[in-house]
């Protein structure tokens, strides 16, 4: 009886853990690697720059350095988010009004054979949210608008990629100067 009340519960940790990460991915592409590449620069560099054996940089010089990137990766996350946010938004108003249009789900509503069979397979048999059948044509209008939205992101977060690290690099020394009193990089 516990082994099973143990099982179950792993059960439910994994499935917990499969939404949450199923929920993860459906972010699109671009906001992943900006989450993944945030919280290795938040967790992983830090620690890498303070335990590196085969460096011989001071302890100061090592805190300094180790002090960038979190402060980098805060800066980044927020104004990525903040703008592919905004963004994102106006693409779904642009989309919503009917003044986005695509190709592909053009094609579709013209000729039905023009649908991807990946996407009549995943609505065959399928219900929305209100127990309507699901509508291939509009299962294929998301994925087009998700994938413009996800390579639009991608060239919004290359042109942004000076700007945010000019502004962290002028934060950086600020807050590298409260947390690391008589340092030795002045």
């Known amino acids: 009886m516990r082994i099973q009340k143990v099982i179950n519960q792993n059960i439910n940790k994994n499935q917990r853990l499969a939404r949450g990460l199923e929920k993860f991915s459906e972010q699109g592409g671009e906001n992943i690697a900006n989450y993944i590449n945030a ?5 992983i560099a830090p ?14 010089n090592k805190e300094w350095a180790a002090i960038k990137q979190p402060v980098e ?17 106006g693409i779904d108003k642009y989309a919503a009004k009917g003044k986005l ?19 009549i397979d995943a609505t065959k048999d399928k ?3 209100a127990g309507n059948p699901l509508d291939p044509i509009k299962v294929l209008e998301k994925n087009c608008l998700d ?27 600020i807050i590298a100067d409260w947390l690391i009193k008589d340092n030795d990089n002045d």
């Open 39 to 43: 919280a290795g620069k938040f967790a």
């Open 147 to 173: 994938i413009f939205k996800d390579r639009v992101g991608t060239i919004l977060t290359i042109g942004l990629y000076v700007p945010i690290l000019a502004l962290s690099n002028r934060i950086f020394p």
């Open 73 to 89: 990766a805060l800066v980044t996350i927020g104004a990525q988010v903040l703008s592919i946010g905004l963004l994102f938004k």
């Open 47 to 60: 620690l890498m720059i303070m335990f590196n054996p085969f460096s011989k940089e001071s302890k100061k």
């Open 127 to 129: 219900l929305d949210k």
């Open 101 to 119: 249009n695509f190709k592909l789900v053009e094609d579709a509503k013209k000729d039905a054979s023009k649908i991807p069979q990946a996407i």
